[in-house]
């Protein structure tokens, strides 16, 4: 019999009051059943953002590196935890244990990230124009953050929005991905034994449409952050401009990793393979297009085709597994759907483009690590995120070329290069259009005391991770004294 979860509001655990569960699959055997969550709806949001209210009133006066010691502390419980935490993230979501640790390892470094923050938060004393007078800024608190969070990161993606938020002195509603509520519901509970008190973190589980969307426009959250998908947060955009809510989008990518002539081919090789088919693809930051300099695109392909083939698929949990399956059956259909187009598009298959074959696979969403060459830059299979291990290699007879291209998709948030020439890795850092470039690494690697994310419809200009987010969850107040004992108008006395 399945265990049967619930929400998390006001300090206690609370079955929907929909009264309906959602079922939580494993990706890689959907025979194994890993719970059931609650399908809430948007009475259990306003209950949990009422809750997050009343708790704020408290929460806020409670010095910051006191807000920090609790982070300290749950940082501590994720490190004592780590194993299990990442164990049960494969089962639940299908990515590789080496990953899972990573994911869980991202949450512990964001927690003693903001931990220390707790003693910084820094304003500014800046000078007066006129005399006796003190000039200052400083950090203050907002409200109820309402947080909904996307599926490739079960842990890490939950921390970077809710321990920021509770260090600047917000209290949070977590609306999880309805495919990894398990991973949330072990985060919340960590947070609990902590010591956080009750209302300052709640979990709503549910699905976008219902929950995230009550979430989204309930007018107690004030401080919006999600993250996901394109055409989700054009909805939530859309729904906090109308709604004057501060809202951070961090969105999708079609990222490109550039390997010229003169770059060292193993290395790029090895980088290339972990960030095509790392996570499955299901990475914002995967490596999706390969501008492959034309000298060496044919030895370099060649290897590719070798090693990708060579790649081991798998359950998440195996030792060997070097790839594991889409996160469902929706996601696999559009990677067959991307497969389909590239060939109607006139783009060569190298190696993959179909279901691995065999019973031992029919149970789980899996799907072979796919490379396409030859493909049409300007065409859908090389310009629309497809989210799960498909590449596209598109020959380039130039630096300048490849960064054109890379700059020709209305995405813009990792891009990478392999060279030898420090010329092209600074003409590359300063021309590719995106929020991060890597110079002889994949596109991904994020780390968490650096801010994160991407350009034009990756996101809204915001960034997670590092200095910046603190920014984003807090509102900065500005105080002057004069103590002159006289009338000192500003722009005016000292300028007569
Ligand atoms: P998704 O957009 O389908 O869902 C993300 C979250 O939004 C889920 O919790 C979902 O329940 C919720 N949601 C769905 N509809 C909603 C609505 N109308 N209102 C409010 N909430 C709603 O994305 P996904 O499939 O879970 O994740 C994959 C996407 O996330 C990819 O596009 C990927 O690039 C992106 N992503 C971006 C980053 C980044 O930092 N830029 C990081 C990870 C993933």
Known sequence: MATTFRNHIGGEWLGPSTRR?????NPADTGDLIGRFPDSGAVDIDRAARAATKAFERWRLVPAPARGDLLRRLGDLLSANKEAL????????????????????????????AASEGRRLFGRTVPSELRAKWAMSWRRPIGVAGLV???????????WKMFPALVC??????????????????????????????????????????????????????VISFTGSVATGSIVGEACGRLHKRCSLELGGKNAMIVLDDADLELALEGLVWGAFGTTGQRCTATSRLLLHRRVHDRFLARLRDRVQRLRIGDGRGPRTEMGPLIHEAARDKVERYV???????????TGGRRPRGRQWSSGWFYEPTVFSGVAPDSRLATEEIFGPVLSVIPVGSLEEAIRINNAVPYGLSSSIYTRDVRSAFRALEALDNGITYVNAPTIGAEAHLPFGGVKHTGNGRREGGWTVYEFYS???????????????AQIDNYQ
């Open 21 to 25: 569960y959602f079922e939580n699959r």
């Open 86 to 113: 990442a164990s049960g993230m494969s089962r639940e979501m299908g990515k590789v244990l080496a990953e899972t640790r990573g994911d869980v390892q991202e949450g512990i470094d964001t927690a003693y990230y």
């Open 149 to 159: 969070t996307p599926f490739n990161f079960p842990l890490a993606i939950p921390t």
């Open 169 to 222: 002195g917000n209290t949070v509603v977590l609306k999880p991905s309805e495919d990894v509520p398990h991973t949330a519901h072990r985060l919340v509970e960590l947070a609990l034994e902590a010591g956080f008190p009750p209302g300052v973190v709640n979990l709503v589980h549910g699905r976008g449409a219902t929950a995230g969307r009550a979430l989204v426009e309930h007018p107690g959250a004030t």
């Open 340 to 350: 389909a187009i590239g060939r109607a598009e006139g783009a060569q298959l190298v």
């Open 475 to 489: 509102e900065v107040k500005v105080g002057y004294v004069d103590y002159s004992g006289a009338l000192q108008r």
